[in-house]
């Protein structure tokens, strides 16, 4: 089963980072991103860019309204993301347990809806 594992953080917190303890943290995510694609789980990863170049979109009454940033003010952004295959919710816990921002932030683990079994 497929689930997103969502990488929530204080933006503010990854901006007052040395440039040395930025490095560690992305080599630590380089680890971690390597040992899923070698255990056959990665499927797909990114890093977002900050809040403030988000923009939020809408459809009301047939018009598109949008607007600069996130929706509901924070205190933890979506500031990334994984794409795991894992066989059941605690192995995708454990995964996400792993991922470096957990000790700051938060991981949101959420299964990917599979269409396929309700189209028979």
Known sequence: M????????N???WE??????????????????????????YI??????????ATTVRIRDGKRLTTDGPF????EQLG?????????????IAMASRIPNARTGSIEVRPIMDYSKSMG
Do not use: C, H, N
Request: a negative charge; proline letters at 3%; glycine letters at 6%.
């Open 80 to 92: 990334g993301f994984y794409l795991v295959e894992a066989k059941d919710l605690d192995e995708a």
């Open 44 to 53: 797909a990863g990114e890093a977002l860019e900050p809040t403030p170049t």
């Open 11 to 13: 933006e503010k917190l």
């Open 2 to 9: 497929k689930y997103l594992l969502m990488i929530y953080e």
């Open 16 to 41: 007052s980072l040395s440039q040395e303890d930025t490095q560690k943290i992305l080599g630590e995510y380089a680890v971690f991103t390597e040992s899923l694609e070698k255990s056959g789980s």
């Open 72 to 75: 509901a003010e924070t205190r």
